[in-house]
């Protein structure tokens, strides 16, 4: 444990298929362990806070659909660029706020679509990243849940993919982006397509890049 105290704000809500309260509970005590203090706001309000925004030195967000409004996503853009680090996983980050250009900036990526149901695929990680500090260590692995088809920004840092196979209207194979991280002014954001449901976070893999980066994020 260390003894450096910094600030986290975890933001939940939004569609319950996703679990935001379960599933971000699943990190309120590693973020302690390591020497966050930590609150945890269901309400989008809190992103209109410069005070408490600027005092966060990581906002974890975990917020499905639902939409923003100019003052609430400005206020989360401002933050970043100031640098507080903003983290998520899955649909609580890639499918938020479809209808906000900002958001789809900040984060690098968008949900576009996901094959019915839990598929098992596998997730290869990026060989040049192979020293990002979210990653190092790391081996390739299989997850068994929604594979997430999304559209991203050229400038994120991909450190691991998915392949689509052919089919379904794909006449050959396609290498998604599913871990990134990219920066935005001071700030640092990471994102994750894989976090559908707790389980995902058994699979050691899923669960240590996901702490890690947001540890990595954080200011």
Do not use: N
Not at 71 to 88: I, K, M, N, P, Y
Not at 125 to 146: K, M, S
Not at 183 to 195: E, H, L
């Amino acid at each position: 444990m260390t003894t450096e105290t910094r600030r986290a704000l975890v933001v939940r809500g939004g569609w319950e298929g996703h679990s935001p309260v379960a599933i971000t509970d699943l990190f309120l005590p590693f973020l302690k362990e390591h020497g966050f203090t930590v609150e945890t706001s269901e309400r989008l309000d809190v992103y209109t806070d410069a005070e408490l925004l600027a005092a966060s030195d990581l906002i974890v967000q975990c917020w499905t659909m639902g939409e923003i409004t100019p003052d609430q996503s400005s206020g989360l853009v401002r933050a970043v660029e100031a640098g507080s680090g903003f983290a998520g996983w899955h649909g609580g980050i890639l499918d938020a706020f479809r209808g906000d250009v900002d958001h789809t900036l900040l984060t690098g990526g968008q949900f576009l679509m996901h094959p019915p149901g839990f598929l098992d695929h596998a997730v290869r990680l990026v060989p040049e990243r192979a020293g990002h500090p979210v990653i190092a260590g790391l081996t390739d692995f299989r997850v068994h849940t929604e594979q997430y088809w999304v559209a991203t920004d050229p400038a994120i840092d991909v450190l691991a993919t998915t392949t689509f196979p052919a089919g379904d209207g794909r006449d050959h194979p396609v290498v998604m982006p599913a871990v990134w991280t990219r920066t935005r002014g001071a700030g640092r954001v990471f994102v994750s397509s894989i976090g559908h449901k707790a389980d995902d976070f058994d699979v050691p893999e899923v669960r240590t890049l996901t702490e890690r980066g947001l540890l990595w994020a954080a200011r």
